[in-house]
C-alpha cells in the first residue's frame, strides 16, 4: 500500500512564526515516528516571512536546524520560491522542488493571522484537498474575538462582560473618544483588558487600571487592529480544555495555568519556566465535567473541526466557570498544553498526529 503524502505547512507572516517552526518539528517527529513512518510520507512546506513558499530541501533544513530562513538565505534559492502555491505556477510544479500536486492531505501549523484566520483554509479550500482543522468559517470565528463571543452567547455561555469596538471610535473623532472611554469605565470598571480582536499570543494586549492607561492602551490596540474588544477584569484560575473531532469530538482532561506576571502575557506563554502547567487541574469533579461540557459546546458554537483548544475562568469564591477564548489551531510543541492534555488522557503524541490526519480525510472524503 502506497503512503499518505502529508504536506506540513508551517512558519508564516504573523508574529508566530517561530512558534509555527517549532510546532512543525514536533509534529514532523510524529509522522516520521515507528508507529506512523509505514503510513505516511512527510513534504515539508516553509512559508517565508515575506509570504514566499519554499518546498523540499530549504523547508527540510528549516524543521532540522529550528531556526527560521533569513530572507538573504532564500535568495540564492529563488528557483525553489513562489508566492502562491497554485499548480500553474511553474516553481512548485518543477523537478526542483516539491509540487503541491504531491500532496494528498495538507497539515497546516501557522499560527495567528494568515494562518488560523480562515485565510490559508480558505486556499486549501480551492485547492480541493484534503486538510487538518477548521474550515474557513470556525477559522475565522475562532480568530475573531468579537464573532467568537457573539457565538458562545447564542449557544447560552457564559462569559465576561466586554464591549466591541472600532479604531475609528478611537481615532477618528476627538469629540468621541473620551465618551467611550466614560462608557467602558461605566460599563466594565478597573481592571480591564484591551485587546486587538484578531491577534493571538497576546499580542497586543493590556491589563489597565486607569483612564490614561485605558487611552493608551486603546491608542496602541488600534494600531493592530481596526476591531477591538474590552473585557471585564476576573480575579479567577485560568483553565484548558483540549477538544479532539469533527462532529461528534471529544473532550480531554482539564488542564490549568499558573504564572506570576499580571496576566498571561507573550513573554510568559513562550519564556520557560514563567508558567506552570498542572495536568489534571486540582479543581472539583463537578467543575471539570463542566468544562468538557462548555468546550464541546464552544468547538459546535463557532463550527470548529479537527481541534482545539478551550480556555476558561474559574472564579472560585462563586464557583462560576466562565468561557474566555477557543483557539482552533493551538500551539503543537511537545510541551505545549493540547498535546499535553491529550497525552494526559491516554493519547500519546505520535497517535494524536495519526487522529487528526484521519479526521481531515473524514472530514473532507
Known amino acids: 500500500m502506497s503512503k499518505l503524502r502529508v504536506g506540513l505547512l508551517f512558519g508564516g507572516r504573523s508574529g508566530e512564526h517561530e512558534v509555527s517552526i517549532s510546532s512543525a518539528r514536533a509534529i514532523a517527529q510524529a509522522i516520521l515516528s515507528d508507529q506512523n513512518a509505514q503510513k505516511y510520507e512527510l513534504l515539508p512546506f516553509y512559508l517565508q516571512k515575506d509570504g514566499r513558499w519554499l518546498p523540499g530541501e530549504i523547508a527540510q533544513q528549516v524543521l532540522t536546524s529550528g531556526t527560521p530562513l533569513q530572507l538573504n538565505e532564500s535568495n540564492t534559492q529563488s528557483h525553489n520560491q513562489t508566492s502562491l502555491p497554485i499548480p500553474t505556477s511553474p516553481d512548485l510544479l518543477s523537478s526542483s522542488s ?8 495538507w497539515f497546516p501549523i501557522l499560527h495567528g493571522p494568515n494562518g488560523e484566520d480562515g485565510t490559508i483554509q480558505g486556499l486549501l479550500q480551492l485547492m480541493q484537498v484534503p486538510y487538518v ?5 470556525g477559522s475565522a470565528m475562532g480568530m475573531d474575538k468579537i464573532a467568537m463571543k457573539m457565538a458562545f452567547a447564542q449557544a447560552g455561555l457564559p462569559q465576561v462582560k466586554y464591549m466591541a469596538i472600532n479604531r475609528a471610535q478611537v481615532w477618528s473623532n476627538p469629540c468621541i473618544f473620551p465618551k467611550l472611554c466614560d462608557q467602558i469605565e461605566a460599563t ?8 486587538p480582536a484578531n491577534l493571538g499570543s497576546s499580542v497586543g494586549i493590556a491589563k489597565v487600571r486607569s483612564r490614561s492607561e485605558l487611552e ?3 491608542d496602541n490596540a488600534a494600531s493592530y487592529d481596526r476591531r477591538l474588544i474590552v473585557e471585564a477584569g476576573v480575579v479567577a484560575r485560568e483553565l484548558e480544555c483540549a477538544v479532539l473531532g469533527n462532529d461528534n469530538p471529544k473532550a ?23 508558567a506552570n502547567l498542572s495536568i489534571p487541574a486540582p479543581v472539583p469533579e463537578s467543575v471539570s465535567a463542566a468544562i468538557q461540557e462548555m468546550s464541546l459546546q464552544a468547538f459546535a458554537a463557532v463550527d470548529a473541526a479537527g481541534l482545539a483548544r478551550v480556555d476558561f475562568f474559574y472564579v472560585e469564591a462563586t464557583g462560576e466557570v ?4 477557543i483557539n482552533t489551531l493551538p500551539g503543537f510543541t511537545a510541551t505545549s ?13 505520535a497517535e494524536l498526529v495519526d487522529q487528526l490526519i484521519q479526521l481531515a480525510l473524514e472530514r473532507h472524503g
Open 252 to 274: 480531554s482532561v482539564v488542564g490549568e495555568i499558573t504564572f506570576a506576571s499580571d496576566f498571561y502575557d507573550y513573554e510568559t506563554k513562550y519564556t520557560a519556566g514563567k
Open 133 to 137: 482543522g477548521s474550515g474557513v468559517l
Open 337 to 349: 498544553m493540547y498535546p499535553q492534555m491529550w497525552e494526559k488522557s491516554g493519547v500519546p503524541f
Open 98 to 105: 516539491t509540487p503541491v500536486t504531491d500532496v494528498d492531505v
Open 188 to 195: 466594565l470598571g478597573y481592571p480591564c483588558f484591551v485587546k
Open 322 to 325: 466562565l468561557i474566555n477564548e
Open 216 to 218: 493608551t492602551a486603546l
